[in-house]
């Protein structure tokens, strides 16, 4: 059933520290965010194994904030933090053929480039850029997702899709950046990442890391613009056309810290603008998942 | 481009569920219809099957029955038949049999003047005659040793005349059954 038939589609999101959850309804065009509950994890995710009272603090945590989404047959799509994958862009100058031999090699470039252990690997090429071929990689802890989808599968939800955050939010506004080159750095409660992306929109994993507290703006700051200064330094092609910033409900010190850094001002505007919840980054994650799949379906 | 990556599998699209349970039904239903058009044929020749049927029970009916005769009677027919059958047979070799046999063993310097075999009596008569009349005498020995004849007679001898230089053998034989 898709969200055409029944106008209802579920976002969720499974923070470090936070759970949430967001129904909505779309009526001819409009949009209306039925509910929307967040909760705290006692215990945070993806922080080494996960345990088993994780995981049933995970189901608890799911149980409260999404009563009108479980037993439902509604499309539900997952949102994780960009920090929970390994996710890397790879310019290749010949792909191989076959689906398992490019998950290998993605698992192995995954493995060589960024440490990242053996994990549930998926992948999808973009497209032709600075003249080869760019393939997206990322991969996931394996114990950690089969946490979660045995979570969900608790608490009655079947998810539809899984993805980083920063891919729903990307999605929500991609058709507005063709023709102009940009990045977005997309900061959560507990997380940060940056992508870069061509003037044909194709985007590059730059950085995603854990936040190490809710005063780090200024670090972030730094190593945003250590991570475009060496992005647009990695080939003549590369600009930066705008900078946005996704950082829903949060006090402006990281645009602040970032201004001070560029030419010209961030865009601070929050994807998606009109149903933004001001007051949860994760609730607006969640949001932008589910806002983002009734767009793409 | 859009990113797609994505670590579940999506669920069962209802739609695609619902698309192939519509298209099984209407194949069923064309099957259906199928084997009712069927069904309405064979019920058509079956019909026309049972009348033929009917008419030809009526046509057996019709015949005048005939009472076999009783089993003694039946018994002592059969054994007539089997007497006149074993009488009318043949008895030991076909003349074809007994041809090939004399063209093997009969010597070279024999001729044979006349062959009349009588297959239903068993009984055969040689007309043979040589120059030789030891070859003679030892044609008759290989007759005698033959274990398909059961007797053999030499039944006249003939001499040498002041026209024919030869001896003749005229050999009647009887073949086993």
């Known amino acids: 059933m898709s969200p055409s038939s029944n106008n209802l589609a579920a ?65 539900v799509h997952v949102v994780v933090p960009d920090a929970a994958f390994s996710i890397a862009a790879f310019d290749l100058e010949q792909v191989p053929a076959g689906q398992g031999t490019l998950e290998r090699l993605v698992e192995f ?49 079947v998810p539809w899709s899984l993805r ?61 613009e250590r991570a475009l200064i060496a992005y647009t330094d990695g080939h003549a092609a590369r600009e930066i056309g705008q900078l946005r910033l996704w950082n829903p409900g949060a006090n402006g010190a990281l645009g602040d810290a970032l201004d001070q850094r560029t030419q010209k001002p961030c865009d601070r505007r929050v994807w998606p603008e009109t149903f933004a919840i001001a007051e949860s980054c994760a609730a607006s994650a969640a949001l932008a998942a589910c806002v983002m799949a009734a767009a793409t379906a | 481009m859009k990113l797609a990556i994505n670590f579940v599998a999506p669920p069962w699209r209802w739609q695609v569920v619902a698309s192939v349970a519509g298209v099984l039904a209407v194949v069923l239903l064309l099957a259906t219809t199928a084997l009712v058009i069927q069904y309405r044929n064979i019920s058509d020749d079956r019909v026309l099957l049972d009348r033929r049927l009917d008419r030809v ?92 004849f059961s007797e053999v007679l030499l039944a006249k001898q003939g001499g040498r005349t002041a026209d024919v230089d030869a001896v003749r053998f005229e050999i009647r034989l009887r073949l086993r059954a």
């Open chain 1, 164 to 224: 980083p955050v920063t891919a729903a939010i990307f999605n929500g506004f991609h058709d507005s950046v063709q023709g102009a080159s940009g990045a977005m750095i997309t900061m959560t409660a507990d997380a940060w990442s940056l992508w870069a992306w061509d003037v044909a929109g194709l985007a590059r994993p730059l950085r995603s890391q854990w936040r190490l507290g809710l005063s780090d703006e200024r670090e972030i700051a730094a190593d945003v």
């Open chain 1, 11 to 75: 976002g969720l999101y499974f923070g470090r520290d936070s759970v949430s959850c967001v129904l909505l309804r779309a009526d001819a065009g409009e949009r209306t965010v039925v509910s929307s509950g967040t909760i705290n994890l006692p215990l945070p995710l993806f922080k080494g194994a996960p345990q088993e009272k994780t995981t049933r603090a995970l189901v608890d945590a799911l149980v409260a904030c999404s009563a009108e989404v479980r037993g439902r047959h509604i499309p």
């Open chain 1, 109 to 157: 470039r995954l493995a060589k480039e960024l440490g990242s252990s053996a994990g549930a690997c998926v992948s999808q090429l973009l497209g032709s850029s600075e003249g080869k071929t760019l393939l997206l990689g990322a991969s996931m802890d394996k114990a950690w997702l089969a946490s979660l989808l045995s979570a969900c599968g608790a608490a009655g939800i």
């Open chain 2, 57 to 148: 029970v009526r046509q057996i009916g019709s015949q005048p029955q005939v009472e076999l005769p009783p089993p003694a009677e039946r018994d002592a027919l059969r054994a007539r038949v089997a007497m006149l059958n074993a009488q009318g047979a043949a008895r030991g070799w076909s003349t074809a049999q007994l041809l090939v046999w004399l063209e093997g063993q009969m010597p070279a310097d024999v001729r044979l003047v006349s062959v009349h075999h009588k297959s239903r009596e068993g009984e055969a008569l040689l007309v043979a005659e040589s120059t030789n009349a030891a070859s003679l005498t030892a044609f008759l020995q290989r007759l005698e040793h033959e274990p398909a």
